[in-house]
């Protein structure tokens, strides 16, 4: 009666999305000031005021609710083509740049561009669930490959390993959901010898898709390498979901490596893509309000703080935990084997977290400190108490 492709995947589903509806059933029955709810990657601060100044600004100019060109304004495009120039020194131009509903679309297109049926694509582990939605739906195979166990960067001769003559591309995600983990340049680099070799060997590109949601919430000086000035064949994907506290509002970008052979036909392929999966076009207004903010970067002084007092209550309580780069989540190691059910018996303690099954990398789970600091320091009775369990 239905698709039985689709029917398939609902046993699935999502577990972060699973959680965070356990979360809002606890917040009824306790109150929301007992729940202390670590499920969804929903930043807690407001955008900056000068966003919404922009956004008051723009509501009222003249065409802006019409229609545009499937890939967005051209002086929109052009400025992320600029702002992609001196980030990464690599020559964009507008004509590499097309606007889309947040980076899930991004990605959506991406895969619906690039896949033919079968093509495998290669992601990281720990990665991010709905990854397996935006190849499948196009035909492709995902190919999990773990992270190194404890630092959660790239094992090169594993990714190796995994590549063969059906590989289309990998996703990269990094700052990483859910390590928090900033892939080094070396292994970049490394990565980059191993993909230029597979694709002479093969006769095929390799494309190097980035999904760049959280480049800019890092952490302790740490840079993030610039992919596009890594590999020739990388397509960025990036949204302002995070960067400007933006998520209900679905807007972000694909930048078109130029070095691409054939990035044009890509360009238009994508372009396609946009219109006919059903996205038409990125919202006009928050086109325009978001290539003002390029710079810009919501609440990250107040990420780092939560990312450092949730640290110290799990390390003072008893678990093992890598302390991120960026992004804004722990994955810490679950005390027994069996992560979901770790997970389940969290919820006794009025805790909601996420299991690193969810996100191919069972034995941890994941917290999202995008929350008050209340709730992170309310928390740390419950998580002694769940700790003691095991």
Same mark, same amino acid.
């Not at 992270?147 to 790239?154: A, E, K, W």
């Given at each position: 009666m239905f698709s039985e492709r689709i029917v398939g995947s609902l046993a699935g589903g999502s577990a972060i999305r699973a959680m965070f509806e356990q979360g809002n059933i606890l917040k009824k029955k306790y109150g929301a000031e007992n729940v202390y709810d670590f499920a969804l990657g929903n930043p807690d601060p407001e955008p900056p005021v000068s966003v919404i100044n922009d956004l008051k600004k723009y509501a009222g100019e003249p065409g802006i609710h019409k229609y545009m060109a499937n890939a967005g304004y051209p002086d929109v495009r052009e400025k992320i083509a600029a702002y992609m120039k001196k980030e990464t020194g690599v020559e964009f131009t507008g004509n590499n740049i097309i606007m889309v509903t947040g980076?899930? *679309?991004?990605?959506?297109? $991406?895969?619906?561009? @690039? !896949? &033919?049926?079968?093509?495998?694509?290669?992601?990281?582990?720990?990665?991010?669930?709905?990854?397996?939605?935006?190849?499948?739906?196009?035909?492709?195979?995902?190919?999990?490959?773990?992270?190194?166990?404890?630092?959660?960067?790239?094992?090169?001769?594993?990714?190796?390993? *995994?590549?063969?003559?059906? $590989?289309?591309?990998? @996703? !990269? &995600?990094?700052?990483?959901?859910?390590?928090?983990?900033?892939?080094?340049?070396?292994?970049?680099?490394?990565?980059?010898?191993?993909?230029?070799?597979?694709?002479?060997?093969?006769?095929?590109?390799?494309?190097?898709?980035?999904d760049e949601p959280y480049v800019k919430i890092v952490y302790d000086g740490v840079k993030v390498p610039a992919i596009s000035a890594i590999f020739k064949n990388s397509i960025v994907v990036n949204s302002f979901s995070k960067s400007l506290a933006l998520p209900g509002e679905r807007i972000g970008y694909v930048a078109v490596n130029p070095a691409i052979e054939e990035a044009d036909v890509l360009m238009d392929a994508l372009i396609f893509c946009n219109r006919t999966l059903g996205f038409v076009n990125a919202p006009g207004l928050f086109q325009k309000v978001a290539a003002e903010h390029l710079d810009d970067v919501a609440g990250l002084d107040a990420y780092k703080e939560r990312r450092d007092a949730l640290y110290e209550i799990l390390i003072e309580t008893g678990y093992e935990c890598e302390k991120p780069q960026g992004a804004f989540y722990l994955f810490p190691k679950a005390p027994i084997e069996n992560d979901v059910e770790f997970c389940n018996r969290a919820i006794n303690h009025r805790l909601v977290l996420v299991s690193g099954t969810g996100f191919g990398y069972p034995g941890y789970f994941r917290l999202a400190y995008c929350v008050s600091m209340e709730t992170i320091k309310n928390s740390k009775e419950s998580f002694a108490a769940l700790r003691k369990e095991f």
């Open positions: 980076a899930a *679309a991004g990605l959506s297109i $991406t895969m619906c561009s @690039i !896949l &033919n049926p079968g093509d495998e694509v290669i992601v990281i582990a720990p990665f991010f669930g709905e990854y397996k939605g935006y190849v499948g739906n196009f035909g492709g195979k995902i190919v999990r490959v773990p992270s190194i166990p404890g630092t959660f960067q790239l094992d090169v001769p594993a990714i190796e390993k *995994a590549i063969n003559a059906k $590989t289309k591309a990998i @996703i !990269l &995600n990094s700052p990483n959901n859910p390590s928090g983990a900033v892939y080094t340049e070396e292994s970049l680099k490394a990565l980059n010898v191993v993909l230029e070799e597979a694709e002479k060997k093969n006769g095929n590109a390799i494309y190097v898709v980035s």
